[in-house]
């Protein structure tokens, strides 16, 4: 079971968009993440390599937990609002449950569970069209 200042630094670092080095701070060598329900992942460094991809694809996220955090033992409930800038302007927003088992003070399992029709990329922002012409 994570303590209550593990897992508020844990929020602090995903919020402070450094996503990667969360991992490699908070979760286990053998930890797992999956999306939804597909397979998942396994592997802290796996898990790493992936997070950092799916990063590069953005030109900037804003990461925000919505409280309260939900905590039971060793299982804990956390509500994120993810905002993505994408490289060719637009703007996605995904909001998303994770639902993670802890050993002690590290993740070991954790499973997202979101609608993937969010990922599909909003309007470019109102100033990125102001160029363009309808007809």
């Given at each position: 079971m994570?303590?209550?200042?593990t897992l508020?630094?844990?929020?602090?670092?995903?919020?402070?968009?450094?996503?990667?080095?969360?991992?490699?701070?908070f979760y286990t060598a053998?930890?797992?993440?999956?999306?939804?329900f597909e397979?998942?992942?396994?592997g802290r460094d796996?898990?790493?390599t992936h997070e950092a991809k799916a990063l590069a694809r953005a030109a900037s996220v804003t990461s925000e937990c919505v409280r309260p955090v939900f905590v039971n033992g060793?299982?804990?409930?956390?509500?994120?609002?993810?905002v993505f800038t994408w490289k060719d302007g637009t703007q996605g927003r995904i909001e998303e449950l994770a639902y993670q088992r802890?050993?002690?003070?590290?993740?070991?399992?954790?499973?997202?569970f979101y609608d993937p029709k969010q990922f599909r990329p909003a309007a470019a922002p109102a100033a990125a069209r102001a160029g363009s012409t309808t007809g």
């Amino acid at each position: 079971m994570p303590s209550a200042q593990t897992l508020e630094r844990f929020i602090a670092r995903v919020e402070s968009n450094a996503h990667v080095e969360a991992i490699e701070e908070f979760y286990t060598a053998s930890a797992t993440m999956q999306e939804n329900f597909e397979p998942p992942r396994v592997g802290r460094d796996a898990l790493m390599t992936h997070e950092a991809k799916a990063l590069a694809r953005a030109a900037s996220v804003t990461s925000e937990c919505v409280r309260p955090v939900f905590v039971n033992g060793d299982r804990v409930v956390i509500r994120w609002i993810f905002v993505f800038t994408w490289k060719d302007g637009t703007q996605g927003r995904i909001e998303e449950l994770a639902y993670q088992r802890w050993e002690g003070e590290k993740i070991s399992q954790e499973q997202f569970f979101y609608d993937p029709k969010q990922f599909r990329p909003a309007a470019a922002p109102a100033a990125a069209r102001a160029g363009s012409t309808t007809g």
